[in-house]
């Protein structure tokens, strides 16, 4: 697995680009020019987190014949107040509406932050993450 990351301004705008796809990276709004797009690290994080245990959650509930109609994660960070300014807890909220059984969705979540989620076993244990879920709400 490779990535490569070029800046394109003169200050802290980028590209990172896999074999297929890009996408944008800047820094915080007070280091980037003024007409800067794209993700900041961390939250790029988050959204690795999200759907590394998205891909997790729908595989195991259509394993388990589960009819899942739609599917979205909220998720929240909070950050430590010094430097480096690590995630200290992390919070994701999972909506899902469908034929689903409330137990299968628990144990999916569980099974993926147990076994099979690399993005969250790529974290530090020190990261409090906590799941919580709605079904047809």
């Known amino acids: 697995m490779k990535v490569e990351l070029t800046r394109t301004d003169h200050l802290f705008q980028f590209d990172v680009t896999s074999e297929n796809h890009s996408v944008k990276v800047t820094a915080n709004p ?38 899942v109609e739609s599917f979205a994660v909220k998720v929240e960070g909070t950050r430590s107040d010094q430097i480096p300014s690590v995630f200290t807890q992390i919070e994701l909220q ?18 993926g932050l147990e076994r099979y989620c690399s ?19």
């Open 94 to 111: 999972f909506e899902l509406h469908g034929e689903i059984e409330n137990a299968k969705i628990q144990r999916a979540i569980d099974l």
């Open 119 to 137: 993005v969250y076993h790529s974290l530090s244990p020190s990261i409090r993450v906590e799941c919580s879920y709605s079904l047809n709400a």
């Open 30 to 67: 007070a280091m980037s020019a003024p007409d800067a797009v794209g993700f900041r690290p961390m939250e790029l994080l988050l959204s690795s987190l999200a759907s590394c245990l998205s891909i997790d959650v729908l595989n195991i509930l259509y394993k388990q014949r589960q009819k």
